[in-house]
């Protein structure tokens, strides 16, 4: 069963790196992407960076969807900024409230990222479509699960297209978000993320700073590993294909996977699900 695909990755600070996920990208497109997404660090830090990216992607022919966040933002610099991506050919923004970087005070004049989404409505019009973020296990910083399942619905109704889940490995929490989103009258797809298993201290490092629930059992058995990277690899294939399975017979929108600028679990990933086109 096909299944909409896309990739995220985050902008090289080196030239080796940029060299490192062009091929990269290169291998990924053998799946047929339905677009590729590029982050933006805290407070526009890799502005310069995420839009080379971009740039790059739509000059090899596949649609990119710039990350945007607005936190500390004036609506000025937005307004340019978003009028900049348009003239590039960006079709498709991840709309995100973001972080500032330490040391910054609050300011700007955006607080929410449904604030965003409601200022690009009104300057753009249909020009982009809207991708939004949702956490299926609660946003770190929200108060209750129901405050983030409305703040989500506050996002959709400012006029989100579809929306990308934070990483999880528990499918049953995707299924209760999603219902419970629908109850509240949210229509729009929502696509889960997915993060392939192939470093764990990352993983857990990653999963401790955004919320993301690593079941014990999985922790467990990553941890009796230790140093066994071979293991660590197949153990996480495993369960991130098993995931994926589990998603899309159940009708999941599409997939959506954080590579981390790596290809080789990605498209490992895809073949065991006969995801990859024939050559």
């Not at 966040?69 to 960006?90: F, K, P």
């Not at 079709?91 to 990222?113: H, I, K």
């Not at 014990?216 to 994926?244: H, M, N, Y």
């Amino acid at each position: 069963m096909a299944v909409p695909l896309s990739f995220e990755f985050f902008p090289p600070k080196t030239p080796e790196g940029a060299d490192k996920l062009r091929a990269v990208r290169q291998r990924l497109y053998a799946a047929r992407p339905q677009f590729c997404s590029v982050t933006y660090g805290a407070g526009g830090s890799t502005q310069e960076g995420t839009f080379a990216t971009v740039a790059e992607i739509l000059a090899e022919g596949v649609p990119a969807a710039a990350h945007f966040s607005c936190i500390g933002a004036t609506r000025a610099r937005v307004r340019a900024q978003l009028a900049e991506l348009q003239a590039m050919g960006v079709r498709r923004l991840v709309a995100l409230r973001g972080d500032l970087p330490s040391g910054y005070g609050l300011g700007g004049e955006f607080t929410y990222a449904s604030d965003l989404v409601a200022f690009i409505r009104a300057e753009f019009d249909r020009a982009f479509h809207i991708e939004v973020a949702a956490y299926p296990e609660m946003h770190p910083q929200a108060r209750s699960p129901q405050a983030d399942l409305q703040a989500f619905a506050t996002k959709v109704r400012a006029g989100a297209d579809s929306a990308i889940t934070q990483y999880f490995f528990n499918s049953d929490a995707y299924f209760r978000f999603v219902d419970e989103a629908e109850a509240l009258g949210v229509d729009i797809p929502i696509v889960p993320g997915i993060m392939p298993i192939t470093n764990a201290s990352q993983l857990m490092r990653f999963s401790d700073a955004c919320g993301a629930e690593i079941p014990r059992w999985i922790r467990l058995r990553l941890q009796s590993f230790g140093d066994d990277v071979a293991s660590i690899r197949a153990f996480g294939l495993d369960v991130v294909t098993d995931l994926c399975d589990q998603l899309r017979t159940a009708g999941a929108p599409g997939l959506h996977f954080y590579t981390m600028n790596q290809a080789d679990a990605v498209l490992t990933i895809l073949q065991r699900l006969d995801l990859m086109p024939l050559s």
